[in-house]
């Protein structure tokens, strides 16, 4: 073979290694669905009916989570699932000390699953941020607008292209517990 042929040969095995890689996740992103699933995947692997339904979005209103009922958002780009986000709020029901301990106790597992978040604090929000290899977690706890809210988001870290060549080797990362739903 010439130069060339084995320079284009080296990238053709490359770009088959990246493409295997991604293809060949299996284990859940949040929840039991991984970045990219369809609408019709994500509202499979749920055993509620969701509360609405747009092409770009999947709602349930009632979603158990650490002995808790909290909303549950899917947000997609075209038919691809890019982020989800519990939320959970003050209410005529919920007071702003069921938020901020809810807030506490879910820190404090997804700290055991992923390790110390890093921490920002600004005024009455508070933010913490964990990152894995495939998705950005992000606990924020804060007065805004209608009162107390806890909102975790789970962010697609891969959707937006074809993932650097340096973070091939973190395909075998493992959480460090393993925390249903979180």
């Known amino acids: 073979m010439s130069i060339t042929y084995k320079w284009l040969f080296n990238v053709l095995l ?24 369809s609408l019709k995947e994500v509202q499979q692997t749920e055993s509620l009916k969701p509360s609405k339904v747009r092409r770009d979005k999947i709602v349930y209103a009632h979603i158990p989570l650490a ?5 549950l958002e899917y947000e997609f780009n075209g038919d691809s699932l890019l982020s989800a986000s519990y ?37 009455e929000l508070r933010t913490v941020n964990w990152l894995t290899p495939r998705t950005q977690i992000r606990l924020a706890l804060g007065n805004i607008n209608r009162g107390w809210s806890l909102e975790i988001t789970y962010l697609c870290r891969i959707c937006s292209g074809t993932p650097q060549i340096g973070t091939l080797s973190k395909n075998n990362w493992k959480a460090l517990k393993d925390i249903k739903n979180l």
């Open 87 to 123: 939320y959970y709020y003050t209410t005529a029901s919920i007071t702003q000390a069921e938020v901020m301990s809810t807030s506490t106790e879910l820190e404090g597992l997804l700290s055991e699953k992923y390790g110390p978040g890093k921490v920002v604090q600004v005024g």
């Open 14 to 37: 490359m770009h088959l290694v990246v493409i295997s890689s991604l293809m060949a996740q299996q284990t859940a992103d949040i929840r039991q669905v991984r970045w990219g699933f």
């Open 67 to 71: 002995n808790r009922t909290v909303g």
